[in-house]
C-alpha cells in the first residue's frame, strides 16, 4: 500500500515543529535560570548534608537550569526516533542560537535606563534597589553563556550519535535503552563542562564545588532519565496515533538510516 506523500509531509511537518516547540522552550528557560544555585536539603527543609569525599565537601547543591533540562532530553531523543541525528543537529544548532540571541536581548533590557517611579515604588523598608537586582539576575556573564552553548551543543551531538549507535544494534525495539543509554553519556558531559567553563574557568569556584555542584546535576539527571522512561514510550504511543502506523513506521524507517 503506497503512502499519500502529502499527507506525510504535512503530519511530518507540524510533528516536528511541535518538538521543536517544547525543545527550544524548555532549553531557553533552563539557560535564563541556570545561573542560580541551589541547596536542594534546605529547600526541602534539611540541614545541609557537609558530607567530606576525596574532592571536598559535598553539599547537594545544583543549578535551577537543571530542573527542566530532563524534557529537553526526553524531547530530544523523540526528534532522534522519528527525524534521525540530523533532526537533532538542525534543533540543537537552530537552539544555539535562540539561546545566544536571547542573552543579547536580555543584556540589552539591563542596559536601558530605569524609570524613577519603578525604582521608588519597589525600594521598600530596606531600600532595595529592583533594577540592579534585574540586572544581577538577567545579566548572564560571558562565562556562563559560553559554557552553556558549549555544554549544550556538545552534549546534544553526542546523545545524537549515540542514541543512533544503540539503534544499530536494536533496530526499532529497545527504545528505553537508546533514549536512557544516550541520555545518561551526553548529560555526564554537559553537567561537568557547562559548570566548570562557567563558574571555575571564567569564575571563582573552587573544584571540589565544581565537582559537587557537577555530580549533584547529573545525578539528577540520571535518575531523572531512568523515572521518565514511561514518558518516552506514552509520547510514542501518541505520535504513532497522531500519524498513524503506517506513516509512523515511515519516518523511524528513515531515520534510522539517516
Not at 504535512?10 to 510533528?15: D, V
Not at 533540562?69 to 526516533?81: C, R
Request: net charge neutral; no cysteine; aromatic share 16%.
Amino acid at each position: 500500500m503506497s503512502i499519500d506523500t502529502s499527507i506525510l509531509n504535512s503530519k511530518r511537518s507540524k510533528l516536528y515543529v511541535f518538538l521543536f516547540g517544547i525543545f527550544l522552550t524548555n532549553a531557553i528557560v533552563a539557560e535564563i535560570v541556570g545561573a542560580k544555585i541551589f541547596s536542594v536539603e534546605q529547600t526541602l527543609g534539611f540541614s545541609p548534608l557537609h558530607l567530606q569525599t576525596f574532592f571536598g565537601t559535598w553539599d547537594i547543591n545544583q543549578t535551577a537550569g537543571a530542573l527542566n533540562w530532563p524534557f529537553v532530553f526526553i524531547t530530544s531523543d523523540i526528534i532522534n526516533e522519528y527525524f534521525g541525528t540530523k533532526g537533532v543537529k538542525k534543533i540543537s544548532f537552530l537552539t544555539a542560537g535562540f539561546i545566544a540571541y536571547s542573552f543579547v536581548i536580555i543584556y540589552g533590557a539591563t542596559l536601558l535606563t530605569p524609570a524613577q517611579f519603578w525604582i521608588d515604588v519597589n525600594k521598600g523598608d530596606n531600600n532595595f534597589d529592583i533594577n540592579y537586582a534585574f540586572a544581577k539576575i538577567f545579566r548572564q556573564g560571558l562565562g556562563i553563556i559560553t559554557g552553556s552553548l558549549s555544554a549544550f551543543l556538545i552534549s546534544q551531538i553526542l546523545d545524537a550519535y549515540v542514541f543512533h549507535s544503540i539503534r544499530k544494534v536494536t533496530g526499532h525495539k529497545k527504545i528505553w535503552l537508546r533514549a536512557t543509554g544516550s541520555t545518561l553519556v551526553s548529560q555526564l558531559i554537559d553537567s561537568f563542562v557547562v559548570i566548570g567553563i562557567a563558574f571555575v574557568v571564567f569564575g571563582n569556584w573552587t573544584i571540589d564545588q565544581w565537582i559537587s555542584t557537577s555530580l549533584n546535576n547529573y545525578l539528577y539527571k540520571f535518575f531523572s532519565a531512568i523515572l521518565m522512561t514511561p514518558l518516552i514510550y506514552l509520547a510514542h504511543n501518541l505520535i504513532d496515533g497522531y500519524l498513524g502506523k503506517e506513516l509512523s513506521d515511515e519516518l523511524i524507517s528513515e531515520a534510522g538510516q539517516a
